[in-house]
C-alpha cells in the first residue's frame, strides 16, 4: 500500500507543472495569459453548469473526469493553439509518448484506465467525448468576446474559420449552445470588419 | 433556454476571477504564488488519484462536484491562508454573502443546488464532505515537503500545529494517507530544528 501510495503522490507532484504551461488565450480581464490547470478548472466548471446542455446519453461525472485529466499530457507535449499552424501528426505522436510517461508513473491498474480515458476524449467518438471536447471548445471564445478579439486578432481568425474549428465541435456536442453563440461570433466580426 | 444560456455564462465568466485569487502556497518548483483555480484543479486530481484511500461510503464523483466549486467564495471573500491569523466567525459570514451572491447568479434550481453542496463541504460532516476536506489540506504538505518548508517556514509552524490544523482532518478522512505522511513530516521538523 505504502509503494502504490508514494506512486500516487509522485504522480500527483509531476502534475504541478501544468500550472506552468502557458496557453495562447487571456484570462478575461486581459491581465496574463491563462495556465493549462486553471483552463481545466474552469471547463469543468463549464461542464457541470451546462450539463442541461448535454444529450441524455452523456455522463456528466465521466465528462468531469475526462476534462480533469485532458490536458496532462501539455507538461511535455506543450499546448498547440487551436488557431496556430501545427504538423498535427508529430503533436499527436509528442502527446501519446507523453501519456505514455506520465501515466505510467501511476501503479499500473490505475495508469491503464487513465490513458483509456485520455484516449476516449482524444478520439472522441462516445456521446461523453464529444460533449467535453464541445466544452473544452467554448471557454476560449466566450474570453474573446469579452476581452475584445484576445486570440483572434493575435491569429487573424475570420468566422468560416471559427465555424470549421469552434462551431464544428460545440455544434456536434451541444447545438443549443451553437446557435445561442453564433449570433454573437458574426456580430463581433461585422463589427470588427467596419473598424 | 436563452435567458437560462445567458444567466449560466455569466456565472461562468464571473467565475475566471477565481484565477487571480493568490494563496499563500507556493508551486512545487517555488516560482510563483499559487491560485486558487489551480489549486482546484489540482486537489480534483488529488481526489481522484487517491480514490482508494477513501471509506466505502464516499462517492468520488460528489467529491470531485464538491472540490470543483469549493473555493468559488474567494472571489468575494479572498484566501484565508490555514496557519495565519483569521477571524473565523468574520470570514464565515464574509464567506456566506460571497456564496449568496456568486450561485445567486445561476438559475434559481442550479444555484441552489450548488449552494446546498457548498454547505455541505463547509460542514464537513457527510462521508463525501469528510473526504473533501481532507483532499483539500493534502496538497499545501506535499508541495512544502518539496520545496523546503514553503508556508510552513512563513508561518512559523510546528508540528504541533500540524497535527491539529492538517493531522486532524487528514487522519478523518483517510488515515492510511495520514499514517504514510506523518513520518515525514515529522523527520522534516527533525532536521529544520537541527538547523
Redesign the interface.
Given at each position: 500500500?505504502?509503494d502504490?501510495?508514494?506512486a500516487?503522490?509522485a504522480?500527483?507532484?509531476e502534475?504541478?507543472?501544468?500550472?506552468?504551461v502557458l496557453r495562447a488565450s487571456r484570462?478575461?480581464?486581459d491581465?496574463r495569459r491563462?495556465?493549462s490547470?486553471?483552463h481545466?478548472?474552469?471547463i469543468?466548471?463549464?461542464a457541470?453548469?451546462?450539463a442541461?446542455?448535454a444529450g441524455p446519453d452523456v455522463s456528466i461525472?465521466r465528462v468531469?473526469?475526462m476534462l480533469?485529466?485532458h490536458d496532462l499530457v501539455e507538461i511535455d507535449a506543450g499546448d498547440a493553439p487551436i488557431h496556430g499552424e501545427v504538423d498535427h501528426a508529430a503533436m499527436a505522436a509528442k502527446e501519446a509518448a507523453a501519456a505514455e510517461r506520465l501515466f505510467g508513473l501511476?501503479p499500473a491498474d490505475?495508469g491503464a484506465a487513465f490513458r483509456a480515458l485520455w484516449d476516449e476524449f482524444e478520439a472522441a467518438e462516445t456521446p461523453d467525448a464529444v460533449f467535453a471536447k464541445c466544452i473544452d471548445r467554448l471557454?476560449t471564445p466566450?474570453?474573446n468576446l469579452?476581452n475584445g478579439g484576445g486570440t483572434w486578432t493575435q491569429f487573424g481568425v475570420s468566422m468560416p474559420d471559427l465555424d470549421l474549428r469552434v462551431g464544428r465541435p460545440i455544434g456536434r456536442g451541444a447545438p443549443?449552445?451553437w446557435a445561442?453563440l453564433r449570433p454573437q461570433l458574426t456580430a463581433f466580426f461585422e463589427r470588427a470588419a467596419k473598424g
Amino acid at each position: 500500500m505504502s509503494d502504490r501510495l508514494s506512486a500516487q503522490i509522485a504522480f500527483l507532484k509531476e502534475a504541478d507543472q501544468l500550472k506552468s504551461v502557458l496557453r495562447a488565450s487571456r484570462l478575461l480581464d486581459d491581465s496574463r495569459r491563462e495556465n493549462s490547470a486553471e483552463h481545466s478548472w474552469h471547463i469543468m466548471l463549464y461542464a457541470l453548469v451546462l450539463a442541461d446542455q448535454a444529450g441524455p446519453d452523456v455522463s456528466i461525472d465521466r465528462v468531469l473526469r475526462m476534462l480533469l485529466i485532458h490536458d496532462l499530457v501539455e507538461i511535455d507535449a506543450g499546448d498547440a493553439p487551436i488557431h496556430g499552424e501545427v504538423d498535427h501528426a508529430a503533436m499527436a505522436a509528442k502527446e501519446a509518448a507523453a501519456a505514455e510517461r506520465l501515466f505510467g508513473l501511476l501503479p499500473a491498474d490505475q495508469g491503464a484506465a487513465f490513458r483509456a480515458l485520455w484516449d476516449e476524449f482524444e478520439a472522441a467518438e462516445t456521446p461523453d467525448a464529444v460533449f467535453a471536447k464541445c466544452i473544452d471548445r467554448l471557454q476560449t471564445p466566450i474570453a474573446n468576446l469579452a476581452n475584445g478579439g484576445g486570440t483572434w486578432t493575435q491569429f487573424g481568425v475570420s468566422m468560416p474559420d471559427l465555424d470549421l474549428r469552434v462551431g464544428r465541435p460545440i455544434g456536434r456536442g451541444a447545438p443549443g449552445i451553437w446557435a445561442w453563440l453564433r449570433p454573437q461570433l458574426t456580430a463581433f466580426f461585422e463589427r470588427a470588419a467596419k473598424g
